[in-house]
Protein backbone atom coordinates (compact mmCIF):
# COMPACT_ATOMS: atom_id res chain seq x y z
CA UNK A 1 0.00 0.00 0.00
CA UNK A 2 1.40 3.24 -1.10
CA UNK A 3 1.50 6.25 1.93
CA UNK A 4 2.69 9.51 1.34
CA UNK A 5 2.99 11.47 4.99
CA UNK A 6 3.29 15.32 4.62
CA UNK A 7 4.64 17.04 7.69
CA UNK A 8 6.13 20.25 8.89
CA UNK A 9 3.47 22.05 8.17
CA UNK A 10 1.96 25.10 11.11
CA UNK A 11 0.98 28.51 11.92
CA UNK A 12 4.03 31.54 11.12
CA UNK A 13 4.25 34.72 11.16
CA UNK A 14 4.96 36.41 7.20
CA UNK A 15 8.63 36.30 6.51
CA UNK A 16 9.33 33.62 8.16
CA UNK A 17 10.35 29.66 7.09
CA UNK A 18 8.76 26.36 7.22
CA UNK A 19 10.18 23.17 5.60
CA UNK A 20 7.51 20.49 4.61
CA UNK A 21 8.28 16.83 4.28
CA UNK A 22 6.84 14.01 2.90
CA UNK A 23 7.82 10.55 3.32
CA UNK A 24 6.75 7.68 1.21
CA UNK A 25 6.25 4.00 1.30
CA UNK A 26 4.64 1.18 -0.42
CA UNK A 27 6.77 2.31 -3.85
CA UNK A 28 9.66 2.24 -5.01
CA UNK A 29 10.86 5.75 -4.68
CA UNK A 30 13.13 6.32 -7.32
CA UNK A 31 10.63 5.46 -10.02
CA UNK A 32 8.42 8.57 -9.23
CA UNK A 33 8.80 12.36 -10.15
CA UNK A 34 7.76 14.39 -6.96
CA UNK A 35 5.72 17.63 -6.80
CA UNK A 36 4.01 19.64 -4.09
CA UNK A 37 0.75 21.53 -4.75
CA UNK A 38 -1.68 23.52 -2.39
CA UNK A 39 -5.37 24.22 -1.99
CA UNK A 40 -7.10 27.09 -0.46
CA UNK A 41 -10.80 26.30 0.53
CA UNK A 42 -12.81 26.94 -2.46
CA UNK A 43 -9.49 27.16 -5.03
CA UNK A 44 -8.34 24.63 -7.46
CA UNK A 45 -5.21 22.87 -6.35
CA UNK A 46 -2.58 24.37 -7.56
CA UNK A 47 1.18 23.20 -8.70
CA UNK A 48 4.01 24.62 -6.23
CA UNK A 49 7.12 23.01 -6.96
CA UNK A 50 8.23 19.60 -8.98
CA UNK A 51 11.26 17.48 -9.12
CA UNK A 52 12.67 14.50 -11.12
CA UNK A 53 13.97 11.14 -9.98
CA UNK A 54 17.32 11.96 -9.79
CA UNK A 55 16.66 14.98 -8.20
CA UNK A 56 18.89 17.22 -11.15
CA UNK A 57 16.36 19.00 -12.42
CA UNK A 58 13.79 21.09 -10.38
CA UNK A 59 10.93 23.96 -11.80
CA UNK A 60 8.20 25.99 -9.55
CA UNK A 61 5.31 27.79 -9.79
CA UNK A 62 6.20 31.66 -10.35
CA UNK A 63 4.46 32.26 -7.31
CA UNK A 64 7.75 30.00 -5.54
CA UNK A 65 10.37 31.03 -7.87
CA UNK A 66 13.18 32.29 -5.59
CA UNK A 67 11.28 31.62 -2.08
CA UNK A 68 10.70 28.31 -2.47
CA UNK A 69 12.98 25.29 -2.86
CA UNK A 70 12.25 21.43 -3.23
CA UNK A 71 14.27 18.86 -2.66
CA UNK A 72 14.63 14.91 -2.04
CA UNK A 73 16.67 12.36 0.04
CA UNK A 74 16.60 9.21 -2.14
CA UNK A 75 17.61 7.34 0.52
CA UNK A 76 14.52 8.06 3.19
CA UNK A 77 12.20 8.24 0.48
CA UNK A 78 11.55 11.44 1.43
CA UNK A 79 11.12 15.06 -0.41
CA UNK A 80 10.95 18.20 1.15
CA UNK A 81 9.65 21.75 0.29
CA UNK A 82 11.81 24.93 1.80
CA UNK A 83 9.74 27.65 2.43
CA UNK A 84 11.26 31.19 3.00
CA UNK A 85 9.98 34.69 3.11
CA UNK A 86 6.45 33.46 3.63
CA UNK A 87 3.24 35.22 2.73
CA UNK A 88 0.13 35.59 3.96
CA UNK A 89 -1.28 34.91 0.42
CA UNK A 90 1.04 30.88 0.72
CA UNK A 91 -2.05 30.18 3.17
CA UNK A 92 -3.18 26.42 2.01
CA UNK A 93 -3.65 22.84 2.76
CA UNK A 94 -0.23 21.99 1.06
CA UNK A 95 -0.01 18.19 -0.67
CA UNK A 96 2.69 15.85 -2.35
CA UNK A 97 2.20 13.63 -5.13
CA UNK A 98 4.07 11.52 -6.84
CA UNK A 99 3.95 10.18 -10.62
CA UNK A 100 5.67 6.77 -12.04
CA UNK A 101 8.16 8.05 -14.44
CA UNK A 102 9.43 5.65 -17.23
CA UNK A 103 12.49 8.48 -17.51
CA UNK A 104 13.92 10.97 -15.34
CA UNK A 105 12.29 13.62 -16.29
CA UNK A 106 9.87 16.47 -14.35
CA UNK A 107 6.47 16.04 -13.49
CA UNK A 108 3.58 17.69 -15.18
CA UNK A 109 1.88 20.63 -13.28
CA UNK A 110 -1.42 18.75 -14.06
CA UNK A 111 -2.96 17.17 -10.79
CA UNK A 112 -4.65 14.61 -12.84
CA UNK A 113 -0.90 13.26 -13.88
CA UNK A 114 -0.01 12.62 -10.50
CA UNK A 115 -0.86 8.38 -9.41
CA UNK A 116 -0.80 9.24 -5.55
CA UNK A 117 -1.79 11.82 -3.78
CA UNK A 118 -1.13 12.77 0.60
CA UNK A 119 -3.21 13.96 3.17
CA UNK A 120 -1.80 17.10 2.99
CA UNK A 121 -0.31 19.82 6.08
CA UNK A 122 -1.67 23.16 7.14
CA UNK A 123 0.36 26.23 6.35
CA UNK A 124 -0.72 29.47 7.68
CA UNK A 125 0.60 32.43 7.28
CA UNK A 126 -0.47 35.33 9.12
CA UNK A 127 0.08 39.08 8.32
Known sequence: ????VESGGGSMQAGG???LSCAASGLTFTDYAMAWFRQDPGKERE????INWSAGRTYYADSAKGRFTISRDNAKNTVYLQ?????PE???VYYCAAVYSDYDVLPSRLS??????GQ????TVSS
Not at 83 to 87: A, F, P, V
Not at 112 to 117: C, H
Open 120 to 123: GTQV
Open 1 to 4: QVQL
Open 90 to 92: DTA
Open 83 to 87: MNSLK
Open 112 to 117: SSFDYW
Open 17 to 19: SLR
Open 47 to 50: FVAG
